[in-house]
């Protein structure tokens, strides 16, 4: 291995290259001061510059009789772990269906779809949806909104949240009659306390955002969902150089699965679409490019088929692809009964 | 706040320097660059570069807020809780209010429909006193087409308020709180509305009215990635005017008849491509908002105002607040009225299609479509 690999500045780097250090090997016999005479660098630099050599050689030739790396997981373990987790549900049955129960945990998800098709909708549901209590088979978390568009509606929450208390207390006469201990104290205002809100108006904030977030999650252990609506917005406008916004987009996502993995939370992003020439006409596509579409675990696309709202799996490393019909009411994304038909316009 | 200096950031005095000798002043330059490339600029070590990310980023994200103390500050703060009421029973109700501060509402239809009238209206109902149920303050009008009437707009309000306007000098007062403006071109447009964000915030103005932007943005550039990015700008421009001065913006768009290669589909559903093609020969002409799908996604509020059999209605097509509901609406002398307001739900794309049919005194746009 090369020292032009080991996260050092460049001048010590350039250092130890001209000295004639060039691999890792010929640094693990040396002592911090044998080094620090060589490089003309003070002894404790010469002593970090070593720390690094040695962890990162380590890294390099994991120990053979352990033969587990550390932080690393069977797939056994991961297995157990994925079942216990509860999953975030959509409040639309079918919807949850495909997706195999839910939104899941320490993943990412990006939903897109056309203008008016129910992107805030979806995203103020889930925010409202990640804190049913553990009781009512749900997480009992906060979450995350991360607001680029300035379209998310207090009242719209507060319409959601109240339908879902009263759905809850209808859950609870139904299956609960002879517990009667496990009432419904959550509260529509709870709610509303338990969604932090973020107003992002620039790239820039957005990217300061995400590095702080990792901070902010330690602060607040509960939050459960992160929802950034929408990912585009900002990087769809002022940007000249293509390569750097890839570059950007492609940091964001990195740190925003480290963060669905670290604190075991779900992450939610939604894409504006465009349109795209392909195979001699045009069609819909999500925004950002191709090489984003390689950036998050799952891929919804919400879109009309006819007279009905459907949400499409286009990409899952672990569900089928499959369509499911949903639809906004006043209480929320519901499932798209036939019974639920409303008066048809003529 | 993406431009905030580095030099003020509390950094570590060595690496605030490294930073500045670098260059490096704004946050926005800093986070443009990877960990790596960083590194690599400054020349210091990885944990340096580690932590002065986390405190820049820190520093620069906006603080949270609960979407309680939202609601909160709303109510306590902003005139009926942000909203202006349109006097629309039912599309009020359907909207929590009226028409939201804050964010960007769309009138979207064909000629003739009524999205001056109803422009006027809102205009006129925003520079009345607060007494009466209005917002009032001033009124900016950005009236790109020349088709804004006091005459008409005075018409209305007596009709509307009697009582009020027959005060000697109540009607000069309320004209007199609505500036139009008549902008020439766009350059001359946007040259207005950077004036306009200083101008916001010193006159009291309550309402900011655009009629109509796709006048002015189909008026000098066709089609094109060179129109996208002047949209663009635009977009975030007039947003982040209405977000920092708390008001609404009413901006109408036009319509244009749909061409026939145009993108309606996913590339997952293709087999049902052939039948859509096949509906676009129906009788029906099909017409769609004339600034494309992008600046669909920036307005948060869509209202389509269109017309069939005969009928006026007028359409929540996109709003995070209401279920796709239609009004049907007719004009008269006190401006729109609603005819009734419990409004049709509708189910499927239909609220987002524009009629235009069938109505003797509205442009028939068939003929235009067969050209």
């Given at each position: 291995?090369?020292?032009?690999?080991l996260?050092?500045?460049?001048?010590?780097?350039?250092?130890?290259?001209?000295a004639?250090?060039?691999?890792?090997?010929?640094?693990?016999?040396?002592?911090?001061s044998?080094?620090?005479?060589d490089?003309k660098?003070?002894?404790s630099e010469?002593?970090?510059?070593?720390?690094?050599?040695?962890?990162?050689?380590?890294?390099?030739q994991?120990?053979?009789?352990?033969?587990?790396?550390?932080?690393?997981?069977?797939?056994w373990?991961m297995?157990?772990?994925?079942?216990?987790?509860?999953?975030?549900?959509t409040?639309?049955?079918?919807?949850?269906?495909?997706?195999?129960?839910?939104i899941?945990?320490k993943?990412?998800?990006e939903?897109?779809?056309?203008?008016g098709?129910?992107?805030?909708?979806?995203?103020?549901q889930?925010?409202?949806?990640v804190?049913?209590p553990?009781d009512?088979?749900?997480?009992?978390?906060?979450?995350v909104?991360?607001?680029?568009?300035?379209?998310?509606?207090?009242e719209?929450?507060l319409?959601?949240?109240?339908?879902?208390?009263?759905d809850?207390?209808?859950?609870?006469?139904?299956?609960?009659?002879?517990?009667?201990?496990?009432q419904?104290?959550?509260?529509?205002?709870?709610?509303l306390?338990?969604?932090?809100?973020?107003?992002i108006?620039?790239?820039?904030?957005?990217?300061?955002?995400?590095?702080?977030l990792?901070?902010?999650?330690?602060?607040?252990?509960?939050?459960?969902?992160?929802i950034?609506?929408?990912?585009t917005?900002?990087?769809r406008?002022d940007f000249?150089?293509l390569?750097?916004r890839?570059?950007?987009?492609g940091?964001?996502?990195?740190?925003?699965?480290?963060?669905?993995n670290?604190?075991?939370?779900?992450?939610?992003?939604?894409?504006?679409?465009?349109?795209?020439?392909?195979e001699?006409?045009f069609?819909?596509?999500?925004?950002l490019g191709?090489s984003?579409?390689?950036c998050?675990?799952?891929?919804?696309?919400?879109?009309?088929?006819?007279?009905e709202?459907?949400?499409?799996i286009?990409?899952s490393?672990?569900?089928?692809?499959?369509?499911?019909?949903?639809?906004?009411?006043?209480?929320?994304?519901?499932?798209?009964?036939s019974?639920?038909?409303?008066?048809k316009?003529? | 706040?993406?431009?905030?200096l580095?030099?003020?950031?509390?950094?570590?005095k060595s690496?605030?320097?490294?930073?500045?000798?670098?260059?490096?002043?704004t946050?926005k330059?800093?986070?443009?660059?990877t960990?790596?490339?960083l590194?690599?600029?400054?020349?210091?070590?990885?944990?340096d570069?580690?932590?002065?990310?986390?405190r820049i980023?820190e520093?620069?994200?906006?603080?949270?807020q609960t979407?309680?103390?939202?609601?909160e500050?709303?109510?306590q703060?902003?005139?009926?809780?942000?909203?202006?009421?349109?006097?629309?029973?039912?599309?009020?109700?359907?909207?929590?209010?009226g028409?939201?501060?804050?964010?960007l509402t769309?009138?979207v239809?064909?000629?003739?429909?009524g999205k001056?009238?109803?422009c006027?209206?809102l205009?006129?109902?925003?520079?009345?006193?607060?007494?009466?149920?209005g917002?009032?303050?001033?009124?900016?009008?950005?009236?790109?087409?020349?088709?804004?009437s006091?005459?008409?707009?005075?018409?209305?309000?007596?009709k509307?308020?009697?009582?009020?306007?027959?005060t000697?000098?109540?009607a000069?007062?309320?004209?007199?709180?609505?500036?139009?403006l008549?902008?020439?071109?766009?350059s001359?447009?946007?040259?207005s509305?950077?004036q306009l964000?200083?101008?916001?915030?010193q006159?009291q103005v309550?309402?900011?009215?655009?009629?109509?932007m796709?006048a002015?943005?189909?008026?000098?550039?066709?089609?094109?990635p060179a129109?996208?990015?002047?949209?663009?700008?635009h977009?975030?421009f007039i947003k982040?005017?209405?977000?920092?001065?708390?008001?609404?913006?009413?901006?109408?768009?036009?319509?244009r008849s749909?061409?026939?290669?145009?993108?309606?589909?996913y590339?997952?559903?293709?087999?049902?491509?052939e039948?859509?093609?096949?509906?676009?020969?129906?009788?029906?002409?099909?017409?769609?908002?004339?600034?494309?799908?992008?600046?669909?996604?920036?307005v948060?509020?869509?209202?389509?105002?269109d017309?069939?059999?005969?009928?006026?209605?007028?359409?929540?097509a996109?709003?995070?607040?209401?279920?796709p509901?239609?009004?049907?609406?007719?004009i008269?002398?006190?401006g729109?009225?609603?005819?009734?307001d419990?409004?049709?739900?509708?189910t499927g794309?239909?609220?987002?299609?524009?009629?235009?049919?069938?109505?003797s005194?509205?442009?028939n746009?068939?003929?235009?479509?067969?050209?």
């Amino acid at each position: 291995m090369e020292v032009g690999r080991l996260p050092i500045s460049a001048s010590q780097r350039g250092k130890l290259i001209s000295a004639g250090y060039t691999t890792l090997a010929s640094l693990s016999s040396l002592s911090p001061s044998d080094l620090a005479r060589d490089l003309k660098i003070p002894e404790s630099e010469a002593f970090e510059i070593l720390k690094v050599a040695s962890h990162d050689c380590r890294l390099d030739q994991p120990d053979k009789s352990n033969g587990i790396f550390a932080g690393a997981q069977t797939a056994w373990e991961m297995l157990h772990e994925e079942q216990s987790f509860p999953r975030i549900t959509t409040s639309c049955a079918d919807l949850d269906n495909i997706l195999g129960g839910g939104i899941n945990c320490k993943e990412v998800t990006e939903i897109g779809g056309v203008p008016g098709i129910g992107k805030t909708q979806l995203g103020i549901q889930l925010s409202v949806n990640v804190q049913i209590p553990v009781d009512f088979g749900g997480l009992g978390g906060k979450a995350v909104y991360i607001d680029t568009e300035g379209s998310f509606m207090v009242e719209r929450a507060l319409q959601i949240a109240e339908a879902s208390v009263v759905d809850m207390s209808h859950y609870n006469e139904l299956l609960r009659k002879e517990l009667r201990t496990c009432q419904v104290e959550i509260q529509p205002t709870d709610i509303l306390k338990n969604i932090f809100y973020f107003r992002i108006c620039s790239y820039t904030e957005q990217i300061a955002l995400i590095n702080h977030l990792d901070k902010f999650i330690l602060e607040h252990k509960d939050v459960k969902i992160v929802i950034i609506d929408s990912v585009t917005f900002h990087f769809r406008q002022d940007f000249e150089d293509l390569a750097l916004r890839t570059r950007l987009l492609g940091g964001m996502a990195l740190k925003l699965m480290n963060l669905a993995n670290k604190y075991n939370l779900a992450v939610v992003i939604f894409n504006q679409v465009t349109t795209k020439h392909k195979e001699g006409s045009f069609q819909l596509s999500l925004a950002l490019g191709d090489s984003w579409s390689h950036c998050c675990t799952n891929r919804v696309i919400l879109y009309w088929n006819g007279d009905e709202r459907n949400a499409h799996i286009d990409k899952s490393p672990s569900l089928k692809s499959a369509s499911a019909p949903f639809s906004v009411t006043r209480k929320g994304i519901r499932n798209s009964a036939s019974n639920h038909k409303r008066i048809k316009l003529m | 706040m993406a431009n905030k200096l580095i030099n003020q950031m509390g950094l570590p005095k060595s690496i605030a320097n490294v930073f500045a000798a670098r260059n490096i002043t704004t946050a926005k330059e800093a986070l443009s660059l990877t960990e790596f490339e960083l590194m690599e600029v400054l020349d210091v070590s990885l944990a340096d570069v580690t932590s002065a990310i986390a405190r820049i980023s820190e520093i620069t994200c906006p603080p949270y807020q609960t979407a309680l103390t939202l609601m909160e500050q709303r109510v306590q703060k902003e005139h009926m809780g942000g909203h202006l009421p349109t006097r629309l029973k039912g599309l009020d109700n359907a909207l929590c209010g009226g028409i939201p501060f804050g964010v960007l509402t769309e009138l979207v239809g064909p000629a003739g429909i009524g999205k001056t009238q109803l422009c006027l209206k809102l205009a006129l109902l925003a520079s009345l006193p607060t007494a009466y149920g209005g917002l009032g303050g001033r009124v900016i009008y950005i009236d790109v087409e020349s088709k804004f009437s006091s005459k008409r707009m005075i018409e209305m309000g007596s009709k509307s308020f009697p009582d009020m306007f027959h005060t000697k000098g109540m009607a000069q007062e309320m004209a007199g709180r609505i500036l139009v403006l008549q902008p020439a071109s766009l350059s001359e447009f946007t040259e207005s509305l950077q004036q306009l964000k200083i101008s916001l915030l010193q006159n009291q103005v309550k309402l900011l009215i655009i009629d109509s932007m796709a006048a002015l943005i189909s008026g000098e550039y066709g089609q094109g990635p060179a129109r996208q990015h002047l949209l663009g700008w635009h977009i975030s421009f007039i947003k982040s005017l209405a977000e920092f001065s708390r008001i609404p913006v009413v901006v109408t768009n036009q319509v244009r008849s749909q061409t026939r290669d145009e993108a309606c589909q996913y590339s997952f559903q293709g087999q049902s491509r052939e039948k859509a093609v096949e509906d676009h020969t129906g009788y029906d002409s099909h017409l769609v908002a004339a600034l494309g799908i992008h600046w669909a996604h920036a307005v948060t509020i869509r209202l389509v105002l269109d017309s069939k059999s005969g009928k006026r209605f007028i359409k929540l097509a996109k709003s995070p607040i209401s279920p796709p509901l239609a009004f049907p609406y007719n004009i008269t002398s006190s401006g729109i009225t609603l005819l009734n307001d419990d409004g049709i739900e509708l189910t499927g794309p239909e609220i987002n299609s524009i009629h235009c049919q069938g109505h003797s005194d509205i442009i028939n746009f068939d003929g235009e479509r067969f050209q």
